[in-house]
């Protein structure tokens, strides 16, 4: 089974940045899509972005796009989501999350989910 990790969520005010990191048990997250998605309060989870296990190929959620960037390490071990230029919707528990489907953005196309790191942008 597949560890996740997240971290790197706090209170930022809008317009900051922060850097979200998801750490894996597996060695090496190749064969697996890796994305991250976010639950809003009161609000389904939903996805954010993703990345192939190649990591030659990123995909986002349209909210998100210029904003938020999604990288893996060279060991491919660690999911990293760069998120600038926050706004109060961004407000989320943010979880990464590992899929065998490439360009998968459903929730129930991923297998193994960390548990969560908070996101909070105030206005």
């Known amino acids: 089974q597949v560890q996740l990790v997240e971290s790197g969520g706090g209170l930022v005010q809008a317009g900051d940045s922060l850097r979200l990191a998801c750490a894996a048990s597996?060695?090496?997250?190749?064969?697996?899509?890796t994305a991250w998605f976010r639950q809003p309060p009161g609000k389904e989870r939903e996805f954010v972005g993703g990345i192939t296990g190649s990591g030659r190929t990123r995909y986002y959620a349209e909210p998100v796009k210029g904003r938020f960037t999604i990288s893996m390490n060279n060991a491919k071990t660690t999911l990293y989501l760069q998120m600038d230029s926050l706004k109060p919707d961004d407000t989320a528990v943010y979880y990464c999350?590992?899929?065998?489907?490439?360009?998968?953005?459903?929730?129930?196309?991923?297998?193994?989910w960390g548990q969560g790191t908070q996101v909070t942008v105030s206005s």
């Open positions: 999350a590992t899929g065998p489907r490439a360009y998968g953005r459903r929730p129930t196309e991923y297998d193994y």
């Open positions: 597996r060695r090496t997250l190749s064969g697996y899509t």
